[in-house]
């Protein structure tokens, strides 16, 4: 499937249909782990429609010393209740994004619960790459490695959506990469600590388009129209989050669009969870 690449500086996934008949090639997303960081511990690269990995956000949060609050995540014995494809798959992202929240904190134990619910969907998925029974068993004898941990989870999520990518299984993987960008962006809100998550928040308006123009392509180059209607659904909501995001006039975000862009993102993630709410 021909990939169309947006170059907006960082961020996640604005641009009209009519815009897109101009741009160059998507690169296929790359996985790396033989880079090292500044300390010799090796990290995972990746090149993915100019989307973050959540946990780069959570890392904000640990640094900024904000409490880990479990009772803010997608509870593990929901995962039963959603059984429409793309619904699954958008839970399947909320679930990583919880692995990422989870482990950036080094809470050990939920990580492999989420892990092992992530598993469970990703299976009913049909997804082999990335929540297998190897990295479960990885993160079995990583337990006590908070690092270690990050890093699975991180090169998990990432596998799956390289898998998804490499077999044009757009039915799944653009579900999967909304769901992880709704559930990070309401962690990071949902935290109240409104000095540390302003200027973060600001900062996800370039990745919030880059994922808008990612959803205009997949749905421009798919002739699948029962899970088109549902991507529609969502750009729309995206829309909506960017039309507040276009009121900020510069560098600084006032209150009362910050509190805008909570209840969009609050109400989006209630939506998204909810069993019985179809897009």
Sequence with gaps: MRRIIYILVTGLLLACLTACSGNT?????????????????????????NIPLPVELFSYMVKEEIPYNIDLLLSTQQREKYTKETKQAM????YSADIAYCSSYGRQHE???????????ADRLEISEGFTYKSIERIENNIASADSLSFIANESYWKACNYLDENEKNNILPFVIYGGWVESQYLT????????????????????????????????????????????????????????YDKIPGKEIDPQLYNDISVKITAMRNELIDPKFNL
């Design 111 to 121: 990580v492999l619960d989420y892990f092992n619910c992530a598993f469970k969907i």
């Design 189 to 244: 809100i949902a935290s109240n600590d409104l000095k540390a998550t302003k200027t973060k928040i600001l900062e996800q308006k370039e990745g919030l388009e880059n994922l808008i123009n990612y959803l205009y392509e997949v749905m421009v180059e798919s002739s699948a129209f029962y899970y088109n209607y549902d991507l529609k659904a969502i750009i729309l909501k995206l829309n909506n989050i960017k039309g507040v």
């Design 91 to 94: 839970v399947l992202g909320v």
């Design 25 to 49: 090639q998507h690169k296929r997303s790359k996985y790396k782990d033989d880079e090292t960081d500044t300390q010799g511990q090796k990290k995972i690269v990746y090149t993915k429609y």
